[in-house]
């Protein structure tokens, strides 16, 4: 029965949301009482109210006190979606940006408030939870924890994760599973078990900064793929430069990447597994954002389609769980023993406590409980912080409308250089990342990317309408 | 006052060890009564006693129920120690020992009496105070850990070990030191930042088979220093070596390192000191069982007289206090920029809950306490090793004569093949470490690693018989 219910105010509240991204319901008009609403609809008053607290959390209406509903939102007002960008001439050696080091000195000044980093506040995470998860884990450990774990990681944590392979299409043992210090740490691994200094890989374009980092340090030369906002990387352009370039692996965020938000559709997955298989090349697929979407269900990976073992799948807790727990896993294919083996040479193994904590709590079913929250929050900041750049920022932007993730994308008039502009916001104690720093090529240098994790608040409105007001100062 | 007893009774005790290094108190011969001991001595009767009980717990001497104290040890009869080895005529490419792989497998193996793991056993650590720091690290961290800590890592714990410097005769600055997962994430993030795929570093030899597959997996080509047993790397050979080979760095053990357990002298740090000045490269200096010294005080390091910034020392808390705790940290002189910018791509920070915890069992004043007892420990149970391998082994074997750290090295008649030796014992579920996998040359096939880390029991002296009736049988 209550299925059914939940199922009702979900239809009901979608068939409003249709009609206000249609425009059949405008900004401003009051919506019919949840009175009329349950009578029209033959729904409980229950139901009707439910709809409607639904499309408030979405920032889509506004409870007026003493009042009624109202829409807020306006589909027609938003900017375009930025394009994909150009292919490059060639492979670039990949060099440090000094801007990125800036960023992770102003990550600590709690006095700025930082659009800059794609993590979750504090209070989106179960700190009581883990805590007691934490303490679990000290008892049921060998030795509290003291001792060494297997250099493949916890097997609760493993099975846990194995279990979990069933929301994207997998059906994977604990055996293939290895466990890492954070998403970071298995991208380093699975990069160093499937490439030599000197080699080429490709990336998407723009791509997250971290990976660019890694492959210097690696000493690898990185190709940056044209990447559609919304689909991913450009199929027809890789399946030349594979051979051409050639290109040794690819390194992408398949689902919701950073800092585009592109999901690439199952039918693009499988045809770049098919690629993968014709050039008999790996893909590292780094999927920290799958669990964070907006839509109705979570998103496949490539390796839910990968038969041959060529896709290394990385995760990791940091985005939805604990970030400094540094618990990330990796489903390595066929390159499982490579990686093991570098695993025990670096690090030997993981801290056993973290990882037995999270095996904890996945244990006991809370993690989707938690999800379900952080991806309603994450879907109402999303909306909230997208209007207000909509709102506050010039007319002649581009944004991306990610489905998923935790970062919007946003393309300035060619004139504005967001180095500067990043300097202006950072005297005015906000912070952004400038769209610079997400290529080794001369670009996206009007280019910014805002993370909507923050919680909705006047101080965050009024952050946005200061680097607005910036934009427009320097138009 | 009890400074003073505390004194007078180690003074009784090193008289009497003397003695009977000397031979002049010999196996089985009683020592004076209590009483007389006092009365001779002029000192307190609990005086004495606590001189009689220290030798006791050396494993010197044995008291007998209604009988006396008797002298057990014997010093003429130990063997000879090794000599160091022959100089190689060229760096070697660094290949992958199936038989660390291989132990690595046997070491979650608990029905196998391990000599092969040179790693504390479980009672010897602080198990119940670590987990109230644990509990309490989750109180006092913000957000209960759960948040990313800055890269260089957690302030408090970086002030103790800045404190504690001053046993080493340093005296830093939290400023300088960077928290890293273990001593080996150290050692990778150090020669990562100092040398390039393709370079060739110096390492002792025979070496720790960990740098050895660290070497491996950075690409990088070693040359094997002479090292003596007693004293360290061949100095002379190494001011030739490096501007021959073209050394880029140098990786050493210089407290009782793994195998051999040699301890440089410090006449001996300042002398590569002075090398490293002349060639202007740089040290990466692992001092992990620095703190676990038999004699009256810790040693010095190379970092103690490194006045140019050219010596990156790396260490933990894996040998004393919690291994899966996985904390470790550096001092990278004047490569710290680099190694932070390393840290920051390749793990983004530490788990922070474990440095936390660390950090305040470190405050409180509790390791030094528990320091001693291991030290205590740990000499012990060294005393008791040697005694029994002289017993059970064949007469014409060597065994180093360590003055800290975890391990004795073997050289067993040119006959025996140490690899077979190992499958043998395992049959019999004994492991020890065999020599072939501490050197990339065809070298210490005849050799073995026995780590006494395991406190002495009955189990333990049968296993030791076994190995030795083992060879016996080879011979």
């Not at 997208?386 to 935790?406: H, K, N, S």
């Amino acid at each position: 029965m209550l299925k059914t219910a939940e199922h009702l105010y979900l239809q009901i509240a979608d068939k409003l949301e249709l009609l206000i991204s249609k425009e059949v319901l405008k900004t401003g008009d009051k919506l019919p009482s949840v009175r009329t609403m349950s009578e029209e609809q033959g729904v409980s008053m229950s139901t009707a109210f439910q709809a409607y607290y639904h499309l408030e959390g979405k920032g889509l209406i506004e409870s007026r006190p003493k009042s009624g509903y109202y829409v807020i939102f306006c589909a027609r007002r938003l900017p375009d979606m930025p394009q994909k960008c150009e292919a490059v001439k060639k492979p670039e050696e990949v060099t440090v940006h000094d801007m990125i080091s800036k960023m992770f000195v102003q990550a600590s000044n709690n006095e700025i408030l930082k659009f800059s980093s794609a993590v979750p506040l504090a209070s989106l995470l179960p700190t009581a939870k883990l805590s007691k998860a934490m303490i679990q884990a000290m008892r049921n450990t060998d030795a509290a924890g003291l001792g060494y774990e297997s250099t493949q990681g916890n097997e609760n944590l493993r099975r846990q994760i194995a279990r979990m392979s069933i929301l994207w299409g997998g059906a994977v043992s604990e055996e293939d599973i290895i466990t890492t210090s954070g998403c970071i740490d298995a991208l380093h691994l699975c990069l160093s078990a499937t490439t030599q200094p000197g080699d080429t890989i490709a990336i998407e374009s723009p791509a997250y900064f971290g990976t660019l980092q890694l492959a210097e340090s690696l000493g690898l030369k990185v190709l940056e793929v044209p990447t559609h906002p919304a689909t991913g990387v450009d199929l027809e352009y890789l399946d030349k430069a594979i051979p051409r370039f050639k290109i040794k692996a690819c390194v992408f965020v398949t689902n919701f990447n950073n800092p585009l938000g592109a999901c690439m559709p199952d039918s693009h997955k499988q045809e770049l597994v098919r690629l993968l298989e014709k050039y008999d090349i790996p893909l590292i697929e780094d999927d920290i954002y799958g669990d964070m979407y907006f839509g109705k269900e979570r998103p496949s990976v490539c390796k839910t389609f990968d038969k041959s073992g060529l896709v290394l799948l990385c995760n990791s807790f940091s985005k939805a769980l604990a970030p400094g727990f540094r618990v990330g896993w990796t489903l390595p294919g066929r390159y499982k023993d490579k990686v093991l083996q570098l695993k025990r040479t670096r690090s030997i193994s993981c801290a056993s406590l973290p990882g037995a904590a999270i095996a904890h709590f996945l244990e006991n079913d809370r993690y989707e409980h938690h999800l379900r929250n952080t991806r309603k929050a994450l879907h109402t900041q999303y909306l909230r912080h997208l209007q207000a750049v909509t709102d506050y920022f010039p007319e002649d932007i581009c944004i991306t409308r990610p489905q998923g993730g935790f970062v919007l994308w946003i393309e300035l008039n060619q004139k504005i250089n967001t180095f500067e502009l990043y300097d202006q916001a950072l005297k005015h104690k906000v912070s952004f990342a400038p769209g610079r720093i997400f290529s080794l090529q001369e670009r996206y240098g009007n280019c910014l990317r805002i993370s909507y994790g923050n919680p909705w608040s006047k101080q965050v409105e009024d952050g946005i309408k200061t680097i607005g007001r910036l934009i427009k100062k320097m138009s």
